[in-house]
């Protein structure tokens, strides 16, 4: 087990309970990804929301966004994995190697569109490697899962919140990221109902 769920309890975070009703999750690639991304990241949504997760295979770039672009616009990536959704109580998390950005933003880790129950993470920026910093793969995955579950947990009603050690806490930088971890205060535990 990672030390930083060995963590969670100390820092009053804790994941969603198991004894919570089953979230169903599908995870797909977006573009080109190695299928072993999804792996770890289907192991920690599950492991942090008490979710049934499954991989769900690969879309292609959305058709506006022709590949060799330094940055994407999100919005479609949203849109394309909304329209693949099949018509079931899932949620469908689409995960990238591209760097996102969204309207008004430098860049984004992540987007969700609880209307379609669709979300989209970007694995670009999380890479330790993307700011000259020596690879390490236990921090990236860490980064991963904490994204994953920030977007998913918009999916499923929260909206930002002020404590920066909840996962649901606005990452405006990687070292947002990286304090908050990917565990729910106790606040977004008790929306949740969890």
């Known amino acids: 087990m990672d030390l930083w769920l060995l963590m969670l ?7 969603v309970p198991a004894t919570a009703a089953p979230l169903a999750v599908r995870l797909v690639s977006v573009g080109s990804l190695p299928p072993a991304l999804l792996g770890f990241l289907e192991e920690g949504v599950a492991l942090e929301l008490g979710a049934a997760v499954r991989l769900g295979g690969n879309l292609p770039l959305p058709a506006s966004c022709p590949e060799g672009l330094s940055q994407y616009p999100g919005p479609p990536f949203l849109a394309a ?8 109580d899932e949620f469908i998390l689409g995960v990238t190697g591209v760097d996102l950005t969204a309207p008004g933003l430098n860049f984004v880790f992540g987007l969700a569109d609880p209307g379609g129950r669709a979300a989209v993470i970007s694995l670009a920026r999380l890479y330790p490697e993307f700011y000259g910093q020596p690879r390490d793969p236990r921090l990236f995955k860490a980064r991963a899962v904490t994204e994953a579950v920030h977007e998913l947990g918009h999916l499923m009603g929260l909206d930002h919140c002020p404590n920066p050690a909840c996962v649901m806490a606005f990452s405006n930088s990687l070292a947002d990221t990286d ?16």
């Open 9 to 15: 309890p100390l820092l009053g975070l804790m994941a």
């Open 81 to 88: 994995l909304a329209a693949a959704r099949p018509p079931v």
């Open 179 to 194: 304090r908050k971890g990917p565990g729910f205060c106790e606040a977004c535990r008790e929306k949740l109902g969890k």
